[in-house]
């Protein structure tokens, strides 16, 4: 999955003459469904100590190891950075791990966020366990392959000649070779399989016989996995916004495409609806055709020397993901075409697309996961072609998406197979999801409710907002801490959905200058690992 995006008009069909990717490993792939070895290494219990924040005054932190390779327990170790608000509750439910998604997203303040969001009498029963994946922010090693990878500004997106697309290849190239020679003997072991193993030694070192999981987004393919792996293990299984398994990852990113087009434009669309406020046309068309003019002025013209067409996308791309970022993303557009003044758009991408395009680690986690996970093709030309087609219906994220991912066509270690989710043994799982979610299109969700056989569906109508639970829809939030309370689950429905919840409501423009929102909704957001 992925998190920023887009493009231009007139797109003229280029090929970068001989350029393929270095081939797979040898042999065939290795699978998820090997011999389960977790059992053979026991972790140390953690020693938690506090690390309170001012809003979070019971938290605590402590680590843990797990092997780098679990086919061999008595080799090399890595350590685990693990969070905690305890339980204070007579009445225990045991671990509670929550996961932002990603990959490479730090869960350890997704702790704090999860324990303060819930009823205090649902929180009070659990430990709510966050944790940073292998090779992610505190955990150790950590991954930083090419640090400044983002920095702006970078080759357009859009590769309308030769020149543009050779300078992009040699970017992602240069990206994945700096992989391979800084963490040669990290990668081949950080993937989804790995990390669902390694929640398994968690659980064990908790000294818990069964662990109650939530994760949004690419922490919903983790918490699958994990099921897939130890469904005599799972307790209770929440996945918000719910990625489909049967498209790891090449195919989910096309499809992401296409999504995040139709959230850019339902964006476009608010803005013309508020077109009193923002003077941009009381026309969506004309709307979209004044972003892709300021698009097109900004490949002339960096704004402020570091947003060009490729910042400009990485700006607008969180717009897709969250509905309360468009009053804050609108007075930057309208600042810039109205008033010609580029400095709230420099804001913006300070805020916005800097924060993803400066997460050196994050990205690192997120190109060795998706790589190592699945097979990518390694001819470039299939890129090219797939690329071109859907950027014809799709130009707003299309390119930086595939440009965001093409270290994969180059990667240095071979592909795993993706995990068959498919599991009847479960306790009924709670999934959650907005019917135009751009990041994790709806028919995900609908897939894994088929797949994951006692589950129940949740849906938000009409939402587009992308992780939508604990985020100020009290209806989800009521079926979520029913859930957690006793297992309380839907009715099954006789359609797609078992229960259904409307969205809110689009925001509103602000009544002064715009600033970034402070919602609860824009908390659960900044925590969240943009991209899946």
């Known amino acids: 999955m992925r998190k920023r995006a887009a493009v231009l008009c007139g797109a003229v069909v280029v090929m970068a003459a001989g350029l393929t990717a270095v081939p797979a490993e040898a042999g065939a792939p290795r699978t998820a469904d090997t011999a389960d070895t977790t059992d053979a290494f026991r972790a140390a219990e953690p020693v938690w100590k506090k690390c309170a924040t001012e809003n979070h005054p019971t938290l605590q932190c402590a680590s843990v190891e797990v092997p780098l390779d679990h086919a061999d327990p008595d080799g090399r170790r890595i350590t685990l950075a693990l969070s905690r608000v305890p339980h204070t509750a007579k009445e225990y439910q045991g671990p509670l791990l929550v996961n932002p998604g990603g990959p490479g997203g730090s869960g350890l303040r997704l702790a704090g966020f999860v324990a303060a969001s819930l009823p205090e009498k649902v929180a009070a029963q659990y430990d709510v366990i966050g944790f940073d994946p292998r090779g992610v922010g505190a955990s150790e090693p950590a991954l930083d392959c090419a640090p400044d990878h983002f920095a702006p500004v970078r080759p357009d997106p859009v590769p309308t000649s030769p020149a543009v697309e050779r300078a992009n290849l040699a970017r992602v190239k240069s990206f994945a070779e700096a992989c391979g020679r800084k963490h040669a003997d990290l990668l081949p072991h950080i993937d989804t399989v790995s990390a669902a193993r390694d929640l398994d030694v968690i659980r064990r070192a908790l000294g818990a016989k069964e662990i109650n999981y939530f994760g949004y987004s690419y922490g919903t393919y983790l918490g699958a996995v994990y ?3 130890f469904p005599e293990r799972v307790r209770r299984l929440v996945l918000d916004s719910v990625v489909d398994p049967t498209e790891v990852w090449y195919d989910a990113n096309l499809s992401q495409d296409r999504a995040f087009n139709d959230r850019h ?3 476009l669309a608010w803005v013309a609806k508020h077109d009193a406020r ?6 969506p068309e004309e709307v979209e055709a004044e972003w892709y003019a300021m698009r097109a002025a900004l490949k002339e013209e960096p704004a402020g ?3 060009g067409p490729a910042e400009l996308e990485d700006t607008y791309v969180p717009a897709g993901y969250y509905n309360g970022y468009w009053p804050y ?3 930057a557009f309208a600042a810039y075409v109205n008033d010609d003044d580029a400095e709230p758009l420099v804001e913006a991408y300070e805020d916005f697309g800097a924060v ?3 997460g050196d680690n994050g990205y690192s986690v997120y190109t060795a996961v998706e790589c190592r996970d699945a097979a990518w093709p390694r001819d470039w030309r299939q890129w090219h072609k797939d690329n071109w087609e859907t950027y014809e219906r799709a130009p707003f994220m299309t390119w930086n998406n595939a440009w965001y991912n093409a270290p994969c066509a180059f990667w240095p270690t071979g ?7 498919v599991n ?3 306790p009924p799982a709670l999934l959650f999801q907005a019917t135009h979610d751009a990041a994790t299109p709806y028919r995900g969700a609908v897939t894994v409710h088929h797949l994951l056989a006692r589950s129940r569906l949740v849906v938000e109508q009409g939402g587009g907002n992308h992780g939508v639970t604990l985020s100020g829809n009290d209806c989800l939030d009521e079926h979520l801490a029913a859930y957690l309370k006793d297992g309380t689950v839907p009715r099954g429905g006789r359609g797609e959905a078992d229960a259904v919840c409307a969205a809110l409501p689009d925001p509103k423009p602000p009544t002064s200058k715009a600033a970034p929102p402070t919602a609860r909704g824009a908390a659960l957001h900044g925590l969240l690992g943009f991209r899946g």
């Open 424 to 426: 009847g043994e479960l």
């Open 278 to 283: 923002y003077r941009l046309g009381i026309d």
């Open 415 to 421: 592909s795993l197979r993706p995990v068959r989710i």
């Open 305 to 307: 020397g570091t947003v």
């Open 265 to 267: 434009r339902a964006f």
């Open 329 to 331: 993303l609108a007075e």
């Open 356 to 358: 993803d395009a400066s």
């Open 227 to 229: 099921a897939k792996l």
